[in-house]
């Protein structure tokens, strides 16, 4: 057990629930399902499961990126227990963002591994809960912002193109706080409390190490600003910094 923790090092809690999971889904023989996962708790799992167990992914359409992992000893078929919901607004209404769905949610006590992924359009918006939830939330749901809403259970397909908006610009290195501070149109000096104060994640990874070196096409997600590509090119501008695209998720 020490052994496998001390591999996963950082994520060690999330080890030890995936571990307790796969011993009582073979002690008692039954089909157990996590919470949402996201993409790296996703991948951690499937490694530690490998062959030992039947598992199977669904995170309520085909392009989900949170999803639920369900384990069983035996051959299964199963939907996550998972329901969408389909929110209406107002096309008057001001436009609603990720976040802001995703804030009203968590108001109202939902801890985020309750909730799958938010899609957002310009009249409605599309959450994918736990099944058990979903009563829950239709009722208490009711206003995000200044916008009155209307929440139903939604049958139908869900096929979501992801918008991104690109911009270019440039950096003085690939340091979180350098790409941060481009991110959020900022100095570096704004860029370093938000890192230090665990509101910035690296491909989905919580880091507080303003000196960490970014990879090339990696997201980051810095909380209250949204979540951004990064690209980096070959080129460098006259002064010698080099040239970077971020893409914000619109």
């Given amino acids: 057990m020490k052994a496998v923790l001390e591999h996963y090092r950082g994520n060690e809690q999330f080890v030890a629930r995936i571990l307790d999971l796969m011993d009582q889904s073979e002690r008692q023989y039954r089909c157990l399902i996590t919470p949402f996962l996201t993409p790296q708790e996703q991948q951690i799992a499937l490694k530690m499961i490998g062959k030992r167990l039947y598992v199977s992914l669904w995170g309520g359409y085909d392009q989900a990126e949170r999803r639920r992992l369900m384990m069983a000893p035996y051959e299964f078929e199963s939907d996550g227990e998972i329901v969408c919901l389909k929110g ?3 096309p008057g209404d001001k436009t609603l963002a990720h976040r802001d769905v995703l804030g009203a949610l968590m108001h109202l006590g939902i801890a985020r591994d309750q909730i799958g992924d938010i899609l957002v359009q310009k009249a409605d918006f599309f959450v994918f809960v736990r099944g058990e ?3 829950f939330v239709r009722q208490e749901l009711t206003r995000i912002r200044t916008n009155t809403i209307t929440l139903e259970e939604y049958q139908g397909a ?5 918008k991104v908006q690109w911009h270019t610009t440039s950096v003085s ?3 979180l706080d350098c790409i941060v501070a481009a991110c959020i149109h900022g100095s570096r000096s704004k860029a370093q409390p938000l890192i230090k ?3 910035v994640k690296v491909d989905h990874i919580p880091l507080e190490d303003c000196k ?3 990879n090339n096409n990696c997201t980051v997600s810095i909380r209250g600003y949204g979540r ?5 090119s070959m080129r460098t501008s006259r002064k010698g910094r080099l040239m970077i695209e971020i893409g914000t998720y619109q």
């Fill in 88 to 90: 209406h607004y107002r």
């Fill in 133 to 135: 939830l979903s009563a």
């Fill in 158 to 162: 869900v096929n979501y193109e992801t």
């Fill in 173 to 175: 290195s690939m340091r």
């Fill in 197 to 199: 104060g665990n509101c």
């Fill in 212 to 214: 960490v070196l970014c």
């Fill in 228 to 232: 951004f590509l990064v690209r980096a």
